[in-house]
């Protein structure tokens, strides 16, 4: 079992940035890919981005890439995402998520076993 605790969420104006953070618990945090997704009320998850457990293998949304950067800390059994340039469109709840399934789907809620509690990120105009 892998508990994971997103923080680093709020209010920011449009062009601002945030970081958010995932910290895990319970199992060897590099065994495990790791991942975020967002989601609106009443709408599915989307993916956001991924990172492979090494840290080596990085994937991103297309609405997100070039502002948005994933990064592991396995020291720290943390996750970061870093967004920048942020939108009105960013606004979500967004959650953290790991699995070490073989082969791993990254882009799909199904690829991933375990999930945060999410943080609410809202971008104001």
């Known amino acids: 079992q892998v508990q994971l605790v997103e923080s680093g969420g709020g209010l920011v104006q449009a062009g601002g940035s945030l970081r958010l953070s995932c910290a895990a618990s319970?199992?060897?945090?590099?065994?495990?890919?790791m991942g975020w997704f967002r989601q609106l009320p009443g709408k599915e998850r989307d993916f956001v981005a991924a990172?492979?457990?090494?840290?080596?293998?990085?994937y991103y949304a297309d609405s997100v890439k070039g502002r948005f950067t994933i990064s592991r800390d396995n020291a720290k059994n943390t996750v970061y995402l870093q967004m920048n340039s942020l939108k009105p469109e960013d606004t979500a709840v967004y959650y953290c998520?790991?699995?070490?399934?073989?082969?791993?789907?990254?882009?799909?809620?199904?690829?991933?076993?375990?999930w945060g509690q999410g943080t609410q990120v809202t971008v104001s105009s």
């Open positions: 990172i492979a457990r090494s840290g080596g293998n990085t």
């Open positions: 319970g199992r060897t945090f590099s065994n495990y890919n």
């Open positions: 998520v790991a699995d070490r399934s073989v082969p791993w789907r990254w882009g799909t809620p199904d690829g991933y076993n375990y």
